[in-house]
């Protein structure tokens, strides 16, 4: 990703309407969905500034990875312990075998070879282990932010489930999120493409917006991973061995 990026996450990851109400959509997923032990060990790949590791260190022993070296300092802060640099495709150094729940949140879509990164994050999980997967949705919403981003590709469910298949693994629970705010965000984007002003700027709305966006995203809470959302800016899932079950 551009420094921009890292640079504008660790500026507004904790006030940004989409990391606020996301970090809640996904611990709630996690809870009725993940059925991790309790004493589970938890892998989170491009952490970025680790603001979703408080979140997941409620499930369990928090370990993570993040290849930019000034967002992999402020994770380290955040985690209370050093933060790796293995980078996707290969993790050279993580352990095989190690991992209850590997979590990449918004990174596959960063890796030129997305089946090999899911086959290196199958090979760290330990026997009925899972991968928590989110990805942007509709290569048509394609724009600036995707390019700041190193975004390689957007993804429709039917292709984000043939990675993982070819992976060797199975999806389960994959849909759409942040549905509800969907259609304002298709809008924008066509609307950028129509005008020429297609903007990567990501940083936070004024703080009524702010308030507004953040308080609709976070309804899906309630939603995602029970009902059927209807498409949405984002992909989500649990991805695991075929055979795995589901419990």
Excluded at 126 to 152: C, E, R
Excluded at 179 to 204: E, V
Excluded at 223 to 238: A, D, E, K, W
Aim: hydrophobic share 45%; charged share 20%; proline share 6%.
């Amino acid at each position: 990703m551009d420094r921009i990026v890292y640079d504008r996450m660790a500026a507004h990851d904790s006030t940004h309407w989409w990391y606020t109400a996301r970090r809640d959509i996904l611990a709630d997923f996690l809870a009725r969905e993940g059925h991790l032990p309790r004493d589970a060990r938890i892998l989170e790949i491009g952490c970025g500034t680790g603001h979703n590791l408080p979140m997941l260190a409620a499930f369990g022993t928090v370990d993570a990875i993040e290849i930019d070296p000034a967002a992999r300092e402020i994770a380290s802060a955040r985690l209370g312990k050093p933060v790796g640099a293995a980078p996707l495709p290969d993790l050279t150094g993580v352990e095989r075998g190690s991992y209850d729940l590997v979590a990449v949140l918004d990174v596959v879509e960063h890796i030129a070879d997305d089946v090999a990164a899911l086959k290196a994050m199958a090979a760290c999980l330990k026997p009925g282990g899972k991968i928590l997967i989110t990805v942007p949705a509709h290569q048509w919403m394609w724009s600036a932010h995707d390019v700041v981003n190193h975004h390689h590709r957007r993804y429709s469910k039917a292709s984000l489930a043939a990675a993982i298949r070819a992976a060797g693994l199975e999806p389960r629970k994959l849909g759409y999120f942040n549905s509800l705010l969907f259609p304002l965000a298709a809008a924008s984007r066509l609307a950028g493409r129509l005008t020429g002003k297609d903007d990567s700027d990501d940083s936070p709305p004024p703080r009524l917006l702010n308030t507004l966006f953040e308080a609709i995203f976070r309804l899906e809470r309630h939603l995602v991973g029970r009902v059927p959302l209807s498409p949405g800016v984002s992909i989500i899932t649990l991805a695991m061995p075929g055979g795995g079950s589901a419990r």
